[in-house]
Nanobody, 128 residues
């Protein structure tokens, strides 16, 4: 049974940092792309970041424009875990953050329907 469990959310002041983790179990995801999405109240779930590796194990990352330069996605395939380091947080970053897996690697995979397994989400609240 595949399971994704996010952790690391919380309350932080604007300008602060948080590091989210997503631990995967039930399958080895080293050949999958891993992504982060977020959903604010009353809004649709939106793409945040994505990471994948090619056959040579060169890693690539894609970011939404709204987080580029502030957030960094990384992964530890030995631990089947993906991370999201969030710096310079803004109140508009407040949302529930979800991790997800995509068996297709590459660019231009930002839609929620591109992803198959999802975690339950972790709340991030940024106060002004």
């Amino acid at each position: 049974q595949v399971q994704l469990v996010e952790s690391g959310g919380g309350l932080v002041q604007a300008g602060g940092s948080l590091r989210l983790s997503c631990a995967a179990s039930g399958r080895t995801f080293s050949s999958y792309a891993m992504g982060w999405f977020r959903q604010a109240p009353g809004k649709e779930r939106e793409f945040v970041a994505r990471i994948w590796a090619n056959r040579a194990r060169t890693y690539y990352a894609d970011y939404a424009d709204s987080v580029k330069g502030r957030f960094t996605i990384s992964r530890d395939d030995a631990k089947n875990t993906v991370y999201l380091q969030m710096n310079s947080l803004k109140p508009e970053d407040t949302a529930v953050y979800y991790c997800a897996t995509d068996r297709v690697t590459g660019w231009d995979r930002r839609g929620v329907y591109d992803y198959d397994y999802w975690g339950q989400g972790t709340q991030v609240t940024v106060s002004s």
